[in-house]
């Protein structure tokens, strides 16, 4: 005999209402306009929106970032980044992974060091993070390389001239040059830390020789040489030698290394010149300063020309740390808002499956919309089509492909719609070609509260379990929601008396608005935040999986024959081991106000930061406080979202035995007299039992089933539910 999670499968599919790639073609809008749902050609492109790990994610919806240099109107070199294709037509542009970036990597960085530092926002020291964002770190990253073909070259010669074998030592150099090749390929802008770097070289070694007059001793001064060279580090360093017109031609040895330098000036220049498409000389030099200093202006001079020099480092300085941080600045300014997204998701899948990070996997699958609500909603075929897709997949759909779940984030509560748009011209033409279709914001970073609303209503009756929340931002996190914000919140969603829909919040924040020097410019970097949704839905996936129930503190405690519909994150067993993986925010509690708000009524999907005790033990991150869907209860208190999957779970299951949609009589008597009274015997230790011994299923004897409808109700300890049964003879 089949066992119920044998027969349900699974209970955790979700869909996430996003626009990821818009670049890439692979959406749900266009699916859904260029085919039938029912359609079997519909299936097989849907599974192109289908990922089980947030790496499997980025290969399918992460977009490429596009890097321009160009000379601006000041005749100065500066950086542009977008995503879009269109904006580089007849343009030289690198294209590489977003991911690979510097800035993803730091927040990615922050993410986990937070989560694991068990301080609070204003305690966590990012310092060293946020020094990921200056030259000081890919100058690290580059000294293998340099050091590299220094070394390589020199031992190449040695066994040479001796009559040895050199290959591997040439292997290595060639390598090496490839590397660098790779470098200025992918991105040009890696290669200023370096020449900021090596500059400052130079100068440090000038303001050594120079006096503190700087007078004119041309006649008197002592003239001094100096050597370009690499430390055993790999840095580069001046190797100072005092001037002797007697000796000056007198070193063979220095020749040697000068040849080197020489030799490797040569081969860089001509890699670039083999390799590079779209010759750029500030490029080309940047390349050559960095990995090839052969530069003589520390040869014998006066201290006259070493002022001079000084004056020319000290103005390259100030040209590369701009150029530097205009790069990053504008990579920061345009990329901010596509990275939350990514990382959105990346915590998403962190939550969500029993191993975490980039490669953990989903029992079910998450489908990505890669398109806004708003293009599902426009349109009379689209929306006509999305409608009848949505409730299939909610009500109607078979075991393994039922979607449970849905994310809805970033909605800004507030209309936008265009009420207040700005008229331009009076006296354009009116058009009549108007539909009841929704109106769609104009920001197509954010949605819409009256789309919103919308689409909520539309999966509520679908019956999926849709979490959503207002846009990310310093005001809607720990620190910045109050009593009122809530108060105010629960009166704009008065009227969504819904029992498949739940609101989240607060919302985090990964990194605070900070300023990074450097030199006599900076770097800002805005705040950035992430949606209180993804977590959210993340812990309720995670909830419905048999192995990470198994991982995460309940090994020896699920029964792998069931579903996992009655795990309640409210239960301070799971609230303990299913935690998020964000710190907690703050070092002091909410005020009163604030939690006798929420606590009026038990509003909402809400994480907490304030320290609490279970079993003992301190929760070191945040966690969930509650976990409630829109709809009230007859004590008009919020209904807990696991008594919501429970009755999906329960008209899921009785499908099961339904001919033609329908069950008869006979066979809903049975399964009230056996299958429910066995589960109401189950060990109520193991997490996951589909009842508790004091909850029962009975039939509402005040119901008929005349109409060909009988209702259940569901007995919890302090709530009941109803569901709907169609019957026939």
């Known amino acids: 005999m089949e066992t119920v999670k044998q027969k349900i499968v699974q209970t955790s599919k979700t869909i996430l209402f996003e626009e990821f790639n818009d670049q890439n073609n692979d959406n749900l809008a266009t699916f859904l306009e260029n085919n039938d749902p029912s359609d079997e050609m519909f299936v097989e492109e849907l599974k192109k929106l289908e990922v089980y790990s947030f790496k499997d994610f980025l290969k399918k919806f992460a977009p490429d970032v596009y890097e321009i240099c160009q000379m601006n109107e000041d005749g100065k070199p500066e950086f542009i980044y977008t995503v879009d294709a269109k904006n580089v037509k007849n343009q030289y542009a690198v294209k590489q992974p977003i991911t690979e970036h510097t800035y993803y990597k730091m927040l990615s960085d922050l993410y986990y060091q937070k989560g694991n530092s068990n301080e609070s926002n204003l305690q966590f020291d990012d310092t060293k993070i946020l020094e990921m964002l200056t030259p000081k770190q890919e100058v690290e990253e580059a000294k293998d390389i ?11 010669q040695e066994l040479k001239e001796k009559g ?10 060639v ?4 590397k660098i090749v790779s470098k200025y390929k992918d991105s040009k802008m890696g290669l200023l830390p370096l020449v900021i770097d090596d500059t400052k070289t130079k100068l440090e070694l000038i303001n050594r020789k120079l006096p503190a007059n700087d007078g004119d001793n041309s006649e008197t001064s002592t003239k001094i040489s100096g050597m370009l060279t690499f430390d055993e580090k790999g840095d580069l360093t001046v190797k100072s030698i005092e001037y002797k017109p007697e000796e000056a031609d007198n070193g063979d040895a220095d020749k040697n290394k000068q040849d080197i330098g020489g030799t490797i000036t040569a081969l860089i220049e001509q890699d670039y010149d083999a390799t590079e498409k779209n010759k750029n000389d500030f490029v080309k030099s940047l390349v050559v300063s960095v990995y090839s200093p ?23 300085i100030k040209q590369y740390e701009a150029i530097y941080k205009q790069a990053k600045q504008s990579f920061i300014d345009e990329m901010t808002t596509v990275l939350e997204k990514l990382l959105d998701v990346k915590i998403f899948f962190d939550h969500a499956t029993a191993d975490g990070g980039d490669e953990g996997r989903l029992e079910a699958g998450l489908i990505v919309s890669n398109c806004k609500a708003n293009k599902l909603l426009s349109g009379n075929l689209v929306r006509e089509r999305f409608e009848k897709f949505i409730k299939e997949s909610g009500r109607n759909q078979d075991e393994k492909n039922k979607i449970w779940f849905a994310i809805l984030p970033a909605v800004v509560n507030k209309d936008t719609s265009g009420e207040d748009e700005e008229v331009d011209d009076i006296f354009a033409t009116i058009s009549d070609d108007e539909d009841d279709t929704v109106e769609v914001s104009a920001n197509k970073d954010y949605l819409d509260i009256n789309v919103a609303k919308n689409m909520l209503k539309l999966l509520n009756e679908s019956r999926i379990m849709t979490v959503f929340n207002f846009k990310a931002d310093k005001d809607s996190g720990f620190g910045g929601i109050t009593a009122k914000y809530i108060a105010d919140t629960k009166e704009q969603l008065k009227d969504m008396d819904y029992d498949h829909v739940a609101i989240a919040y607060p919302n985090f924040t990964l990194t605070r608005e900070r300023y990074i020097p450097l030199g006599n410019e900076g770097i800002k970097v805005p705040g950035v935040y992430i949606d209180a949704s993804y977590p959210a839905v993340g812990l309720l996936v995670a909830s419905q999986q048999i192995n990470y129930l198994e991982k995460h503190g309940f090994k020896g405690r699920v029964n792998k024959n069931n579903v996992c519909v009655h795990v309640n994150l409210e239960d301070d067993d799971v609230r303990k081991n299913l935690t998020t993986k964000f710190n907690r925010e703050l070092t002091l509690r909410w005020s009163k106000d604030i939690t006798d708000e929420i606590n009026r009524d038990d509003f909402g999907f809400v994480f907490s930061s304030d320290k609490i005790y279970i079993n003992g033990e301190a929760l070191k991150n945040t966690y969930v406080y509650l976990a409630r869907t829109l709809n009230k209860n007859k004590d008009g208190i919020y209904s807990p979202i696991y008594q919501t999957l429970i009755k999906d779970f329960i008209q899921q299951y009785t499908k099961l035995v339904a001919r033609g949609g329908k069950i008869n009589k006979s066979t809903l008597n049975t399964f009230l007299n056996k299958e429910v009274k066995n589960w109401r015997k189950e060990d109520d230790r193991q997490i996951n039992c589909l009842l508790k011994p004091e909850e029962e299923i009975i039939k509402d004897e005040e119901s008929s089933d005349s109409n060909g409808i009988v209702n259940l109700k569901i007995k919890f300890a302090n709530d009941e539910m109803t569901v709907e049964i169609n019957v026939g003879d």
């Open 294 to 316: 052969t530069d003589n202006a520390l040869a014998p001079i006066s201290n006259e020309e070493l002022a001079l020099k000084r004056q020319e480092y000290e103005y390259k």
């Open 175 to 178: 390598a090496a040059r490839k």
């Open 146 to 156: 340099r050091k590299s073909l220094r070394y390589n070259l020199e031992r190449y």
């Open 164 to 173: 040895e074998n050199p290959s591997e030592y040439a292997r290595q150099f």
